[in-house]
């Protein structure tokens, strides 16, 4: 597994942003937003093109076409906040759903809805999951992805803590992950330090 931390600055300005305590819930959805194109475009960047032309105002030229079946799969709730960036980016995308739910006193992830498109064997997959905490409901996430015929498994992740890595890397090899930080660690609720809380929270205001 390949772990991509993606060091832009603009996009380091904007995780900063996130993690105020004092930022609004509306901007913390505009700022969800922008940081997950930065995201996007980094976790894309090597998906099939094919090239054919395209005729500007003055001559013919060759132009790249993104090729690949793409599909992203949020997990709900949090990760709904970066589907709208991701259909932005690669408006030809289909969408699956993931619900998953952490236990609040044991941090342990459920299962209680998914709907993915058919033959997610032929697709590249992205889920999309803003906080990559113990590594519980990635990994939950990825194992029903393929038990569902996914082969090729991205992560878009904004936050990530050393044991999520570790614990995904564990369970999925095979799965790249693309994220703006690694943090330190996970404090006794299993929230990430420093980490920006609870994002799906932030994100709804609940
Ligand atoms: C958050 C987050 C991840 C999960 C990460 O979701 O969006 O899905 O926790 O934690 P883990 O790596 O320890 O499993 P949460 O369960 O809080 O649900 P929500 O998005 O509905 O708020
Ligand atoms: N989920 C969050 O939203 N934040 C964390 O720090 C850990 C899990």
Same mark, same amino acid.
């Given at each position: ?6 060091d832009h600055p603009v996009l380091q300005d904007i995780l900063a942003r996130l993690r105020d305590r004092t930022t609004s819930c ?23 093109? !094919? ?7 003055? &001559? =013919? +030229? /060759?132009?790249? %076409?993104?090729?690949?079946?793409? $599909? ?22 289909? !969408? ?7 236990? &609040? =006193? +044991? /941090?342990?992830? %459920?299962?209680?809805?998914?709907? $993915? ?22 990994a939950m996430a990825v194992e029903g992805l393929e038990g569902m015929g996914a082969r090729r498994v991205r992560l878009v992740s ?7 890595v570790d614990r995904l890397q564990l369970a999925a090899p095979g799965v790249e992950i693309y994220t703006a930080a690694v943090d ?23």
């Amino acid at each position: 597994m390949a772990l991509h931390v993606v060091d832009h600055p603009v996009l380091q300005d904007i995780l900063a942003r996130l993690r105020d305590r004092t930022t609004s819930c509306e901007e913390f959805r505009i700022l969800a937003h922008r940081i997950s194109l930065l995201l996007v475009a980094e976790a894309t960047r090597d998906i099939p093109t !094919v090239v054919g032309t395209v005729e500007t105002p003055l &001559e =013919t +030229t /060759a132009a790249q %076409r993104v090729a690949a079946r793409v $599909v992203a799969v949020p997990v709900l709730r949090a990760g709904l906040g970066m589907l709208e960036a991701f259909l932005d980016l690669v408006p030809s995308a289909e !969408v699956g759903y993931f619900g998953l739910e952490r236990d &609040e =006193t +044991t /941090a342990v992830a %459920r299962r209680y809805y998914e709907k $993915v498109p058919a033959d997610l064997g032929s697709a590249v997959v992205f889920l999309l999951d803003p906080m990559l905490a113990t590594g519980g409901s990635a990994a939950m996430a990825v194992e029903g992805l393929e038990g569902m015929g996914a082969r090729r498994v991205r992560l878009v992740s904004i936050v990530a803590a050393p044991e999520g890595v570790d614990r995904l890397q564990l369970a999925a090899p095979g799965v790249e992950i693309y994220t703006a930080a690694v943090d330190r660690q996970l404090d006794a609720r299993k929230y990430i330090l420093p980490g920006l809380g609870d994002f799906g929270d932030r994100l709804y205001g609940t």
